[in-house]
């Protein structure tokens, strides 16, 4: 979590803020929606602030303000930018765990000069996906080492590394080139029906439509992760492959 610290009330001259605001910082009266317009930017932030989930305003060591961050982008992206950012997200309110433990709580950091701190808050905590259960801040999947040690394990109930492969490609099919989805569409325009995919292909292949003046209809895009884990190779599209596999 990013914890910032925001000072009190003061009026700015428009002109010379990055998001054209005539007032930061905090104010007791102000509304959630002009407190997060008031502190939400701008920041000195680091890396880290980028895999934060959620962002918490203090002030005078009370949390004040607490959100789901969307987003953190530069204020101002151009050349004569100041290097400052602003954090995008949705604000939250009574019922959010974030807020109820946060807002109006003492801050869960200490004093500090810096007004942007972090806090490894144990609401956002995720287990190990090992099952282990150790804690892991936000955005962590693996404790240190268990990743290896749980494919690993994997790994022997098959044998060896030889045959976890042979048992991959024989039950899931080894085809790093069937990586493409083509966008399901209507034949009369082209506009995509919204349907998922049904199969990847190979990019190239001509499991596509063509308009009359040989356009292709469909729009073609890399799969996702997801997507070569859960959609089945093509079957025209694999043969083609194992063709090309053995012409080297
Ligand atoms: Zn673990
Ligand atoms: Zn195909």
């Known amino acids: 979590m990013i914890v910032i610290g925001a000072g009190v009330e003061q009026s700015i001259d428009p002109a010379g803020d990055e998001l054209g605001r005539d007032r930061i910082g905090y104010g007791p009266t102000m509304s959630p929606l002009a407190l997060y317009d008031a502190t939400h930017g701008t920041w000195h932030l680091g890396e880290r602030a980028h895999r934060e989930r959620f962002a918490l305003i203090t002030h005078d060591g009370r949390g004040v303000l607490a959100v789901a961050v969307d987003r953190v982008e530069p204020a101002d ?3 004569q930018g100041s290097g400052r950012s602003v954090i995008h997200g949705e604000i939250l309110t009574t019922g959010h765990p974030m807020y109820d433990a946060y807002v109006g709580a ?3 950091i200490p004093p500090q000069r810096n007004p942007v701190g972090y806090f490894d808050a144990p609401e956002e905590q995720t287990a190990c996906a090992c099952g282990c259960d150790e804690p892991l801040p936000a955005g962590k ?3 240190s080492g ?15 590394v030889v045959d976890f ?21 209507t034949l009369k325009d082209g506009s995509l029906t919204g349907a998922p995919a049904r199969a990847r292909h190979r990019l190239g292949c001509n499991h596509f439509y063509l308009d009359e003046d040989g356009r292709i209809l469909n729009r073609p895009r890399l799969a996702s992760l997801e997507e070569m884990a859960s959609l089945r190779p093509c079957k025209t599209c694999q043969d083609a492959s194992a063709k090309a596999a053995t012409k080297k």
């Open 77 to 79: 992206p151009g050349p």
């Open 106 to 108: 003492p801050s869960p």
């Open 141 to 143: 999947h693996f404790a």
């Open 146 to 160: 268990h990743d290896q040690t749980a494919l690993h394990e994997r790994v022997r109930q098959l044998g060896s």
């Open 165 to 185: 492969i042979a048992w991959f490609d024989r039950t899931h099919g080894y085809w790093p080139d069937i990586n493409v989805v083509y966008e399901p569409v």
